[in-house]
């Protein structure tokens, strides 16, 4: 307790703050794009590529995993 | 025989500075869910409040921060647990009526740091904790709300830039629901816990539980039901004024914003660092504006809420230390009785000057230009606690509706002369 600075653990907090806190709203995004992004619908009435469904899927069900596993990290206090 | 009874006043009171401290900041969780009508009022309160509730069991460092980390728990008697608790709710009602933006975390600290400064002398503070706990983080994570904040809606608006905005609004209202939740869980994580560590410092001083020992489960219970319970109250306020879609923040933005505050919020918690998280709040949204091309930001807020950063810790430090001496003159059985009195009058003295004030509250705001983004009007209010700031807005839209026909080169001018005074107050 005799460093006034703890940079090992403000450098975790930003690392963290920036991968996660920017990353999961782009991941999210990215799926918007991918349900509704330019390109999607081919014609009036075709429903979408069904890759671009199952990585918009994917991409949500990411944000959701990821949001959950920080929320039980904190939780059990690990390192 | 004064013992039990005191400590039941210092947890009462600790408790209710939790009660408000919930009352307070529902809307800095729940606001843009409700504008952007992701949420219906209702749901969004309940879910905010359960979901402070539950935040509240998450983690235990940043109570153990406040109860051990920054003043020596065995040196402190319950008196002086009293009188920084006192001096932080009389700092805080001071800056609430004067609308100086303050922090209530910081607040907490500055005034238990100063009764232990007044009653035992600097060698009961551990200056390094204060320091790499509290003071650097608070300074370090509006800062870095700003960064992610803006990294993460430039990302957000580069990437769906070729959806279509309804599709967008669609999606993104979704994604808020998720984002506000987290930001409600990390509310209560982060500032119940600061309670939660009043509370163990009194009982420690109270010799009811060893020096060494964590939190009691009745402490961690009560403070979350506390928390819970004032978000609940207050949410019903919050809506009054918000319910009706008057602050149109873009859902994207909102949902970059929200998320950037629960991770740096939640990671903090995790060191145990104790920050202030309506500064965080705001610096999200400061930021979401930064990433967001074309939307203005205004750095007045990021200015005054770094004078708070300098400010409040000394003058609640100080408030806490006068509480202290007061105690102190009267007598180790009936000063304490006297400090909490005195507390008691001065909140409602405040209280009362408070109620006298709308008027001319009011009318300052009106000389406010309407057509501001509406994102610095949360930002504003957020930072100053104050949701008045977001009806003054409604108030002239229905001016506006009133008068349809007002000429356009009048609109301009009332935009001139407002910009000409904002950038008066700036300097």
Redesign the interface.
């Known amino acids: ?6 940079w090992d ?2 450098a ?3 690392i ?3 991968i ?3 990353g ?3 991941l ?6 991918a ?4 390109g999607t619908q081919r014609g009036k009435g075709q429903p979408r590529p069904r890759f671009r469904v199952i990585l918009a899927w994917t991409c949500f069900g990411l ?2 995993a990821a ?1 959950l596993g ?2 039980i990290f ?2 059990s ?1 690990g390192h | 025989m004064t013992e039990p009874i005191l400590l039941a006043i210092v947890v009462a009171t600790a408790l209710a500075f939790d009660f408000t401290n919930g009352f307070h900041d529902t809307g800095n969780a729940m606001a843009t869910s409700i504008a952007t009508r992701a949420l219906k009022p209702k749901q969004a309160v309940i879910l905010s409040a359960t979901l402070n509730f539950v935040g509240a ?3 235990i ?1 940043v109570a153990a921060t406040i109860a051990k ?1 920054i003043v020596d728990s065995v040196a402190v008697t319950l008196p002086i647990v009293l009188a920084g608790l006192a001096g932080a709710i009389v700092w805080n009602l001071i800056t609430w009526l004067l609308s100086i933006p303050s922090s209530s975390s910081h607040a907490l600290v500055g005034g238990v740091v100063g009764a232990v400064l007044a009653g035992v002398g600097t060698s009961a503070v ?4 204060l ?2 706990k509290v003071l ?2 608070a300074l ?2 509006p800062l ?2 700003i ?3 803006s ?3 430039w ?2 608006m580069r ?2 830039r ?3 905005e309804k ?2 609004d669609k ?2 209202r979704w ?1 808020q629901i ?2 506000a939740s ?1 930001v409600s ?1 990390a509310h209560g ?1 982060n500032d119940a816990q600061k309670t939660m560590g009043i509370i163990l410092l009194a009982l420690i001083a109270a010799g009811a539980v060893a020096p060494d020992a964590g939190v009691p489960l009745w402490v961690i219970a009560s403070c979350a039901l506390a928390m819970g319970l004032g978000t609940y109250t207050g949410g019903w306020r919050v809506i009054r004024t918000l319910g009706k879609g008057l602050v149109e923040l873009s859902s ?1 933005q909102g ?2 914003a929200e ?2 505050s ?3 919020i ?6 145990g ?1 104790s920050l202030s998280t309506t500064h965080v709040a705001t610096g999200s949204i400061l930021g979401s504006g930064v990433g967001m091309k074309g939307a203005s930001v205004r750095w007045g807020v990021a200015g005054r809420m770094f004078i708070a950063w300098l400010i409040t810790v000394p003058a609640a430090a100080a408030a806490g230390a006068i509480f202290f001496f007061i105690s102190n003159a009267f007598g180790e059985t009936v000063g304490p009785f006297v400090a909490f009195g005195i507390l008691i009058a001065v909140a409602i003295f405040i209280w009362f000057l408070a109620r006298r004030r709308p008027v001319s509250a009011t009318n300052v705001n009106d000389e406010w230009d309407p057509h501001k983004e509406s994102e610095t009007f949360v930002a504003e209010s957020i930072a100053r606690h104050d949701p008045t700031i977001m009806r003054v807005r409604k108030r002239r839209l229905k001016k506006k509706k009133k008068r349809p026909k007002a000429p356009q080169q009048k609109k301009k001018k009332k935009k001139k002369v407002a910009k000409g005074k904002s950038k008066k107050a700036k300097s």
């Open positions: 307790m005799t460093t006034y600075v703890e653990a403000l975790q907090v930003a963290f703050g920036i996660v806190g920017a999961l709203p782009a999210f995004a990215l799926g918007v794009r349900l509704d992004g330019p944000v959701a949001a920080a929320v904190i939780a206090g | 069991f998450l983690s460092a980390g551990l200056w390094g904790g320091v790499s650097i983080p370090i994570a870095l709300a960064a992610v904040g990294i993460a809606t990302l957000v990437i769906t070729g959806v279509a599709q967008n999606m993104f994604g998720g984002s987290l869980l994580t994207r949902m970059a998320t950037s629960a991770t740096v939640l990671a903090s918690s995790h060191f660092y």
